[in-house]
């Protein structure tokens, strides 16, 4: 009796806990992806990287936002990858779960990174950091 | 086949239903059927979804993939061999725990949508790459 109760109070707090934290982008400085490591060319602003699986749901729905959200704002690139077939870019990045989405700035620092499906308006926040990075990494390039 | 996403939802209420019964009642009978229920919800067909099927004729709005809810039929079927195993063993404690685990999926899966079963194949992946599935 017990154990069913504490199990489904537990699910109640981890699923109340998930519906607020999923797809939350956070701050994620430090690693950089290349577009020879990605397999895809980066976006001229910035890049949306979602890692997917066959096996998830909500995967497609995150490809829809991102798709969206990529039209929207030029110099924007959304790649998707399978990460099934590229097991050594998730361990290098250390992908728990899919969907994963990473922004990165123009020149492939992950800017922000967010596990479960993020919400639209929470891409574009992100994508505005993203992009204002942008000029001092041009700047040291020119 | 797609899935329909109704039905997997349905079929995820009942295992809640079950499995809390089969800790509630300590009982090793109910948790014997279910363990059928995953066997054949991840080798065949799950018989919570064809009851589904039985009882709502409409089409669904759409519709899903059915590999990660038969995937995760197989991530249940395994805890509900355990637990079955704990029973048959005696050792309380595992069927328990075994149990209450498969619950916990089930629960989720049919209050929030959350399939914590098909999240787990990234992980089980990136620990056996070798497999092909």
Redesign the interface.
Known sequence: ?W??V???T???V??LG??LLDGRLRAKGGSMVTADTLGAPLGERATLVQFS?????PCRATRRILDEVAAMVPGVAHVEID??SR?DL??QLD????PTVLVLDSRGHIVKRASGQPRKADVIAALGQAVSHEPSHNADEM | MRADPRALRFGAAITTVILALVLILGSAWLLALQTLAFALGAFWRQPYGLLFKALVTSSPEETEDPRPPRFAQAVGLVFAVVGLVGFLTGITPLAFTATAAALLAAFLNAAFGFCLGCEMYLMIRRLNPGRVS
């Open positions: 009796m154990v069913a504490a199990t489904v537990l699910g109640v981890v699923g998930r519906l699986t066959a096996f998830c749901q990460a099934e097991l998730v361990k992908i728990m779960r899919t």
